[in-house]
């Protein structure tokens, strides 16, 4: 089993919508195409942004950064500011 729960972590990735406002994830696919990119930036050699994470999957890691909000799943109107551009 999963841990934590797509509903659990769609809760969390939505937990700063204001009222009214459209959430930032609608669906489980987005939690799961998030998570995979993260996984894929860790495989890279991205730092892990949890503790305690030698030993773990990177999906796993993935999942755990996303649950305890150490990263964060933009909207599309979103501007992201790329190292680049500071």
């Known amino acids: 089993?999963?841990?934590p729960?797509?509903?659990e972590l769609m809760k969390v990735v939505n937990n700063n919508a204001?009222?009214?406002e459209?959430?930032?994830v609608n669906s489980r696919y987005s939690i799961v195409i998030a998570s995979?990119?993260?996984a894929r930036?860790?495989?890279g050699g991205a730092e892990p942004l949890v503790p305690n994470a030698a030993g773990k999957k990177p999906l796993s890691i993935a999942v755990e950064e996303l649950y305890t909000g150490n990263v964060k799943i933009l909207g599309e109107d979103d501007d992201v500011e790329e190292e680049g551009d500071r």
């Open 18 to 20: 204001e009222y009214g």
């Open 5 to 7: 729960s797509y509903n």
């Open 22 to 24: 459209e959430p930032v």
């Open 41 to 43: 930036q860790i495989i």
């Open 36 to 38: 995979a990119k993260r």
């Open 1 to 3: 089993m999963i841990h």
